[in-house]
């Protein structure tokens, strides 16, 4: 009868716990302020303006015959414009995204698709990039790869504080 009563208490007094730090620490980390643009956005002192999306099918052989089925490259080609001082871009941070799927870019094919690979810009200088996002139809189920293409699909460019994301569908 102790056991089942300390038992009940110390649960109640974990879950208490649990529920203080989960206040507390969504309390101290606001939700990120959204900026969403079609063609063009402006991130600490970079502008970003979507040129182009062209879509490709079936570019990964290698995965066609790995078990992952067939897969479709986006390539997403941006002018970079630099408006402050000398800054690099972080390619961890560019991503392909939708609500329920994000995808970062595919490095060997970042440097098929570039001639100059530097991510370093200095101050005024302006670039064009071309980023590649390969995705896999295993990763998705049946009815959702049939309508892959119609996607609402967001080329996310930073996640916080500021969630800047170019609308690419």
């Given amino acids: 009868m102790k ?23 969504n309390h101290k980390y606001k939700s990120p302020n959204i900026i969403e643009s079609d063609y063009q956005v ?4 970079i ?15 290698e995965a066609l015959n790995d ?6 490259e986006y390539v997403i080609t941006v002018k970079v414009n630099n408006t402050s001082e000398a800054q690099k871009i972080d390619l961890s941070e560019v991503v392909l995204y939708r609500t329920d799927y994000s995808n970062c870019v595919a490095l060997d094919y970042y440097y098929d698709e570039n001639e100059d690979v530097s991510l370093s810009l200095e101050a005024g200088e302006e670039k064009i990039y071309k980023f590649p996002f390969i995705i896999y139809q295993n990763l998705f189920t049946d009815k959702q790869w049939k309508n892959i293409e119609n996607s609402d699909w967001k080329l996310l460019l930073n996640l916080y504080p ?4 170019l609308d690419i569908s």
């Fill in 3 to 25: 056991t089942k009563l300390f038992l009940k208490i110390s649960l109640g007094a974990l879950f208490l716990i649990w529920a203080i730090l989960f206040l507390v620490i």
């Fill in 42 to 45: 402006y991130h600490n002192g």
């Fill in 47 to 61: 502008s970003y303006e979507l040129l182009d999306v062209e879509v490709k099918k079936n570019v990964d052989e």
């Fill in 67 to 72: 078990g992952l089925g067939e897969n479709i």
């Fill in 162 to 165: 500021e969630k800047i994301m």
